[in-house]
């Protein structure tokens, strides 16, 4: 990468933890043989706060977090063809709030699978290889975006089982798309990263009124005129190898690759000319021994905290909002080895939760402070 | 590395340490090190200047976020209360799930063994986890039935014809990074020669805040080699490229100063209408395909070569409407009631019904009383007149010829077409002229007596009679002179300017119907005349009328001049058309008259003055009726800069790795040559570029206009390039071009057809008999019955896509297959194979890819040219391989572009999956691919062999 220059240095975290809050592990188990992908807490209905969802192999799971460390397995499901690998899951939705757990991996089928009947709601095929990453569009539950091995990008309606959009063509990514998502508060925007060591940031804008129609569509979801968004509105190199986590803070960036550190950054478009403009790389939390692909990072409601695991087993919890940043704790164990793939935050991030290659999970709690 | 972030010492960065202008009296010369210090204690400035920023700016995000997350939480609150309030929770299975979870926890306080026990005699409820038991067996999974996944592919786009790679496309020269199926590790997948183009990055631009300490270390230290060194050193730059920023710099602070105040009024201009035609056009010139005819084509690029018709296209002709006015603000309206209003009383009746728009009557009557003198000449004027019409259809200048001739209207002796068509097209011109003497009327009026305008009016009638004479001899010209100018030459000077100007041009025009070199008898006249009318020119600067060309040329802007030049160019001086089609709602039919008229004036003054200093040095040149119309051409010509011509300069060379490429022979030489237009300023030679490259000329061949720097040599270049005009294009005589056929009986499916024979498809401008019909498709409506009786060209289905309805589908041999809709016969031709065009080299780059993944969609096309399918094609790439095929591959030149058919080897049926022989080179072919026979007899086959690719028909 070209040498920052001098008045555009990001500012980076110190690695000495400020011990403002202490973590210790309260549970542990073992789901399985197979790794676990991905583990994500329920921030779409405050019911279900303390609710999570992991994926591995060819199962989702559904817990809660229960007092005193507990966690309590509610529901499980397992897809029936063995070959199936899932990498993420998400929650999301229908829109009369019926809760959705929604999978997706190797065999590139998303799986909604309707969490109050405990049945699958649908499936959507068309995805042409496997799915890396699926979000929900926090203000509109019903709508997911999927990041793919395809090179695309998918937006669906998960109500009615319509692929709305497909973000790929001529500016799309050149290679796996690894992380996707939506931007907090502009409806329209989604940002996505992948193995072309771009991260992009699209606009549905202009195809707004096919994300409406797909509410109101009672005909087959396969006549749906599926649109292609494809040029993004920015594309940015921040980074020189694979992008494999992006997540929006307000309206900066937040990726990592596998060079140890997770980044803030700015988009900076140029109004006149779309689709291209500069990063201004604002901050930079070190994590060091994370230089393998797809480890993700999470933050809890506010975006107060983002927890990320790393090769060795060990999470670093990162303030993010502040600057400089600082680390709040460094969470290890001695049993901790194995590579932490995805980490939850409970919604205020006194629980953490990560998920292993080995296939365990551990519970974090914060120790109350008096 | 930590930021020093104390805000204390944060100073605005515009605003200079207070210590800098001592620094710079007291020391003049300061050593390296104080420079150092100089340096390094304004970079802790801007580091704390941009720790304070990233504060400010994350800040600034915290609030903003912190109402998004608690309008969200908001949101996930209404959800929960909306569920509660219409829907029975029990019925809610992760609810009801959640509360016996809880509820247990609060009821049995018991070990993890019972719990388990639990769990398996009531696998519906919850289980509370303590410790690592395997969380597999605790609940009974709800099974997600099986759905039967896709056959794995990439996200392409549909191509309904070729793309050439857009740049930003390519991976040659891109680090790409590969991970491991199995190992799960990624490898870097790039060789030396690339990682060689990485190294020398772009040059990086400077930053806000290295021009700060760059500008304010020379302030304080002055500029001198030390400090440029140590600044250089301390940006990781080069000493030059620091200088060269700093010079930038001042100059920019200088003219940001300056323009100030002018930019604050530059911006309130409308952009749009003041940019200028030309620059308008430019995208015109530089995204319109001259190929396809259509705007920013993606197969052949932007910046192409300036092809120019050799045919001058003739002013757009429009009989019928010619009489009508076109609307309320016609100038044919204005100017009957100006007419009538002011020059009636000295005209007659005759003269009035005469110079009316429905005049043609009027005129075959006064036909009749034309006498005797009069028709001695009248052969000799109806030729000149067919001429004339000739010259107007040339040039648009040869309007301003037409124009005086037609003050004879005015005269007892009306001027006759022999046919109707060119009367009505004259009336619209001859009004014009009598507007233009309304005009002059109304001027000597108000500017001197009443007495004076009527003793004008007389003039008009001689000084009308006069050019009718001269104008076909140019010895008449002196006696003319002498009787306008010596007769009423104080009183209406103005009068007789005018009809010298405007009897020059005519002479002019009429030379240019006569495409050869004038006698220097007639240079000699030219030159005399033109000298003569030189003498003149101060005469008939009369200052009101200047006056008003001049207010009329202020309210018009840039583009509607523009415009309108443009409209003279396709429809002549018809400023009905140029209004309503070009400048509708801008000017009206009245206001484009008149600014017609002015123009004229003064193309016709700036003509002359050319020709004056021309003639001696290029009295070669025919300056012929074409002057005004340079006058228009030469700017437009000139102004458009076109981007360099961008010739794709493609050296083939062997690379070492040769990635697996479908090809439609077995051979190894490169089958087709790519056919790029030949700039061959005559008819093409022995230096033809298509020849020298082995390929035909096509219609697209021709002379090409290259950026011409000088005023003059431009000038000069368009004359002779307006004289020539028809040479410079590859006539269809041209040795090395392709005929095309005359087939009468075959319908183009055999060999016997010279296109057919040739991998070509007729095309309906070369072929005799092959043409498009339109209408019922039957080919009675476009369709000559002389050409032969319903004959239907059968090889021309790429380019009128008239393919086969191609459906996709899993396929019975491996991941996806193209299926037939319908049943064909044998040979017919199924669709075109779509794709990128990319290089030979970008395609070995992205076969690597392509390989490590097992597919391929390249296809060779020809010596250029690989066809890329990969991401942008249709549904035909997804035909798959077979020895045994149903259908094959076809390169065919369509209009000058390789393209790739598919066509069936033999009769298929409705719902058949497509096969075709990929022809992997033997040795490259995947283990799939493999003849069981192949490897001894294949080698023989692909011996080099230096004919064209063998086709496969």
């Given at each position: 990468m070209a040498k920052t220059p001098i008045g555009l240095e990001p500012v980076v975290g110190s690695l000495a933890s400020s011990k403002k809050r202490e973590y210790r592990v309260t549970n542990r188990l073992q789901e399985g043989k197979r790794p676990l992908y991905a583990v994500v807490f329920n921030f779409i209905d405050s019911r279900y706060f303390n609710v999570f969802a992991t994926v591995g192999g060819n199962r989702v799971t559904v817990y809660q977090c229960l007092e005193g460390g507990v966690i309590a397995v509610l529901q499980s499901y397992v897809d029936e063809d063995k070959d199936e690998s899932f990498y993420t899951v998400s929650w999301a939705c229908n829109v009369d709030g019926t809760p959705f757990v929604v999978a997706g991996g190797i065999n590139g089928i998303i799986r909604v699978i309707d969490a109050s009947n405990e049945k699958i709601h649908k499936s959507f095929v068309g995805h042409g290889d496997s799915i890396n990453e699926i979000r929900t569009q926090p203000l509109k539950p019903s709508l997911i975006v999927s990041a793919s091995k395809d090179e695309s990008v998918r937006l669906w309606n998960v109500h009615s089982g319509i692929c709305i959009l497909i973000f790929a063509g001529a500016g799309g990514h050149r290679n796996e798309v690894l992380s996707v998502d939506f931007h907090p508060s502009d409806i329209h925007r989604i940002a996505s990263c992948g193995m072309d060591n771009t991260v992009k940031i699209w606009s549905m804008k202009e195809f707004w009124t096919y994300v409406e129609k797909s509410f109101t569509w009672t005909d087959l979801p396969s006549k749906f005129p599926t649109k292609y968004v494809q040029f993004p509105v920015f594309l940015a190199s921040v980074h020189s190898n694979y992008v494999d986590c992006n997540r929006w803070l307000g309206d900066f960036i937040l990726s990592k690759s596998v060079d140890n550190e997770i980044v803030l950054w700015e988009p900076k478009m140029k109004e006149q000319s779309p689709g291209e403009g500069t990063a201004d790389i604002l901050q930079k939390y070190p994590v060091p021994e994370c230089d393998i692909w797809f480890i993700k990072f999470s933050c809890d409601f506010h975006y107060n905290a983002a927890a990320i695991g790393n090769r060795e087993g060990k999470i670093f919890v990162w303030e993010l909002q502040s600057s400089p940043p600082v680390l709040i704790a460094r969470l290890s164990h001695a049993q901790s080895k194995s590579p932490i793939r995805q980490t939850a935050m409970s919604f205020d991030g006194s629980t953490i939760l990560s998920c292993c290659e080995d296939g365990t999970i551990w519970r974090w709690d914060a120790v109350p402070t008096n | 590395m930590a930021a020093k972030s104390s805000p204390s010492d944060s100073v605005d960065r515009s605003e200079p340490p207070n210590d800098s202008s001592m620094?710079?009296?007291?020391?003049?010369?300061?050593?390296?090190?104080?420079?150092?210090?100089?340096?390094?204690?304004?970079?802790?400035?801007?580091?704390?200047d941009r720790s304070v920023y990233v504060k400010k700016r994350l800040e600034e995000n915290r609030q903003n976020l912190g109402?998004?997350?608690?309008?969200?939480?908001?949101?996930?609150?209404?959800?929960?209360?909306s569920w509660i309030s219409d829907t029975d929770s029990a019925s809610d299975l992760l609810t009801k799930r959640q509360k016996d979870a809880l509820s247990m926890q609060n009821g049995f306080d018991i070990s993890d063994g019972d719990k388990d026990s639990y769990s398996y005699q009531e696998p519906s409820t919850a289980v509370l986890m303590g410790s690592?038991?395997?969380?597999?067996?605790?609940?009974?999974?709800?099974?997600?039935?099986?759905?039967?996944k896709l056959p794995p592919y990439t996200t392409w786009i549909f191509l309904d014809r070729n793309q050439r790679m857009t740049e930003d496309q390519s991976v040659v020269g891109r680090r790409r990074i590969y991970y491991d199926q199995n190992g799960g590790e990624a490898l870097i997948c790039s060789d030396s020669e690339e990682e060689a183009i990485e190294e020398d990055e772009e040059k990086r631009d400077f930053a806000e805040s290295e021009d700060f300490i760059l500008r304010m270390t020379i302030k304080e230290v002055g500029l001198s080699d030390p400090v440029l060194e140590s600044l250089a050193q301390c940006l990781y730059r080069s000493p030059s490229e620091v200088k060269a920023r700093y010079e930038t710099l001042m100059k920019e602070g200088k003219d940001a100063g300056a323009s100030k105040n002018g930019d604050i009024e530059a911006q309130n201009w409308n952009s749009f209408l003041e940019k200028d035609l030309e620059a308008a056009l430019d995208s015109f010139d530089n995204l319109f395909c001259r190929r396809c005819l259509v705007f920013d084509c993606r197969l052949h690029g932007c910046s192409q070569d300036l092809i120019f018709p050799a045919d001058k296209q003739t002013p757009w002709n429009h009989p019928d409407e010619e009489n009508e006015p076109c609307g309320p603000h016609c100038y044919r309206l204005v100017l009957n009631s100006e007419r009538n209003g002011t020059v009636s009383t000295p005209m007659n009746p005759k003269e009035k019904s005469n110079s009316s728009s429905d005049g043609v009557g009027a005129q075959t009557s006064s036909r009749k009383k034309s006498s005797g003198p009069y028709a001695r000449r009248k052969v000799k004027s109806c030729q000149s007149e067919s001429a004339l019409s000739n010259a107007k259809n040339l040039s648009e200048s040869s309007d301003s010829e037409i124009g005086p001739r037609h003050e004879n209207s005015l005269s007892p002796i009306p001027q006759l077409s022999p046919s109707k068509n060119k009367i009505a097209g004259k009336s619209g011109i001859l009004k014009r002229n009598s507007k233009r003497v309304a005009e002059r009327v109304l001027i000597c009026m108000r500017k001197r007596q009443k007495k004076m305008a009527a003793s004008y009016s007389d003039s008009v009638v001689s000084g009308g009679v006069s050019p009718t004479d001269m104008k076909l001899r140019s010895n008449a010209w002196k006696e003319n002179e002498d009787s306008t100018s010596s007769s009423q030459k104080n009183v209406k000077s103005p009068n007789t300017g005018r009809s010298r100007r405007k009897e020059w041009p005519?002479?002019?025009?009429?030379?240019?119907?006569?495409?050869?070199?004038?006698?220097?008898?007639?240079?000699?006249?030219?030159?005399?005349?033109s000298s003569n009318y030189g003498l003149r020119k101060e005469e008939f600067v009369d200052e009101n009328l200047c006056k008003q060309e001049l207010s009329d040329d202020k309210s018009w802007k840039a583009i509607e001049k523009g415009l309108f030049e443009k409209g003279v160019e396709i429809f002549g001086t018809n400023?009905?058309?140029?209004?309503?089609?070009?400048?509708?709602?801008l000017k009206t039919c009245w206001e484009v008259f008149q600014y017609m008229t002015c123009s004229d004036n003064k193309l016709a003054c700036h003509a002359a003055d050319g020709v004056i200093s021309?003639?001696?040095?290029?009295?070669?040149?025919?300056?012929?009726?074409?002057?005004?119309?340079?006058?228009?051409?030469?700017?437009?010509?000139?102004?458009?800069r076109r981007g360099r011509v961008r010739r794709l300069k493609y050296t083939w060379k062997s690379a070492a790795y040769h990635s697996i490429r479908k090809r439609i022979t077995e051979r190894k030489d490169q089958p087709c040559r790519q056919y790029n237009p030949c700039s061959c300023q005559t008819a093409c030679g022995k230096q033809c570029a298509c020849l020298l490259n082995g390929t035909c000329c096509e219609k697209y061949c021709g002379f090409m206009v290259n950026t011409c720097v000088d005023d003059i040599l431009m000038l000069i270049h368009l004359f002779s390039f307006l004289l020539f005009a028809h040479l410079y294009r590859c006539p269809k005589s041209c040795k090395n071009r392709f005929r095309g056929c005359h087939c009468a009986k075959s319908q183009c499916r055999s060999r016997q057809c010279p296109c057919f024979a040739a991998d070509r498809e007729c095309d309906p401008d070369v072929c005799r008999n092959c043409w498009v019909s339109c209408g019922d498709g039957t080919g009675t409506l476009g369709a000559p019955p002389q050409r032969g009786d319903n004959y239907e060209c059968r090889n021309m289905k790429l380019l009128l896509k008239q393919q086969q309805r191609v459906l996709l589908g899993r396929s019975d041999v491996s991941g996806w297959g193209a299926f037939l809709k319908n049943s064909v016969g044998k040979h017919e031709y199924l669709g075109e194979y779509t794709g990128e065009l990319i290089s030979h080299r970008e395609a070995d780059k992205r076969g690597k890819i392509y390989d490590r993944e097992n597919s391929s969609f390249l296809f060779n096309l020809n010596d250029q040219f690989v066809l890329d399918a990969y991401r942008k094609g249709d549904k035909l790439k997804f035909a798959n391989h077979s020895p045994d095929p149903n259908c094959y591959a076809k390169v065919i030149m369509v209009a000058g572009d390789h393209r790739v058919g598919i066509f069936a080897k033999e009769r298929i049926n409705a719902g058949e999956e497509l096969f075709y022989d990929y022809r992997y080179e033997p040795d490259r072919a995947p283990a799939w691919a493999r003849k069981p026979e192949a490897s001894g007899s294949k080698k023989e086959d692909g011996a080099p062999s230096s004919g064209r690719a063998k086709k496969l028909a």
């Open positions: - | 620094t710079q009296t007291e020391e003049n010369t300061v050593t390296v090190k104080e420079v150092l210090l100089i340096i390094d204690s304004l970079k802790k400035q801007v580091t704390a109402g998004i997350t608690s309008h969200l939480y908001k949101l996930s609150n209404e959800r929960r209360s690592s038991i395997p969380v597999k067996n605790a609940v009974r999974p709800v099974k997600l039935t099986e759905v039967k005519l002479q002019e025009g009429e030379k240019g119907e006569v495409p050869e070199v004038p006698s220097s008898e007639t240079i000699n006249e030219l030159a005399r005349s400023s009905c058309l140029i209004a309503r089609n070009l400048l509708n709602g021309l003639l001696e040095g290029y009295s070669k040149f025919d300056l012929n009726g074409t002057m005004g119309n340079n006058e228009v051409r030469r700017r437009s010509r000139f102004l458009r």
